[in-house]
């Protein structure tokens, strides 16, 4: 029994082949500012592109990545499909390739610097929780540890008696 293939631009292209599209379609300098590999920067050639990219795994997985993502257009799938490497991953029957996205060296740092300023501003909200003016910090801190499960008395209420039993 033959077993079906995923639907995958990816199966059976070399890396050659994958490699020559992209240099055709965005030339060196182009990929050099989107993929920030210094095999696309320093002497630019076939031979040695494809050299480095064979050796070293994670700058083939992030040219095919931006294979399917930048020159083929495929949808961005669910986060199971990001922990596979891009070749493993597979797309739903009838989802085809589109036109190549159009990059420039400006358009690529202004996407660069917006990730990064989301990028920022995430990790700001995940480090300094938010607190409203009606909610004091102490008491955000005590619902939060009420929250978690812990079984702890209130805190007394009853100056003469600080340790709340």
Request: some cysteine; proline content about 7%; overall charge positive.
């Amino acid at each position: 029994m033959i077993e079906q293939q995923q639907n995958n631009p990816l199966h059976g292209l070399g890396l050659e082949t994958m490699v020559t599209e992209l240099v055709d379609f965005y030339d060196w300098k182009i990929l050099y500012a989107a993929l920030r590999l210094e095999c696309f920067n320093t002497n630019p050639n076939m031979a040695a592109c494809l050299k480095f990219l064979k050796k070293t795994e994670w700058a083939r997985e992030r040219v095919e990545s931006f294979y399917l993502y930048r020159f083929k257009r495929m949808p961005k799938g669910d986060a199971a499909q990001f922990e596979l490497k891009p070749r493993e991953r597979g797309f739903a029957d009838g989802i085809v390739p589109r036109k190549p996205q159009e990059l420039t060296i400006e358009l690529i740092e202004e996407m660069r610097a917006k990730a990064t300023a989301d990028y920022e501003a995430m990790k700001q909200n995940k480090t300094r929780p938010q607190y409203g003016k009606d909610k004091p910090r102490a008491q955000d801190a005590y619902a939060q540890n009420k929250r978690s499960g812990h079984n702890r008395p209130a805190p007394s209420q009853d100056p003469s008696n600080p340790w709340g039993k």
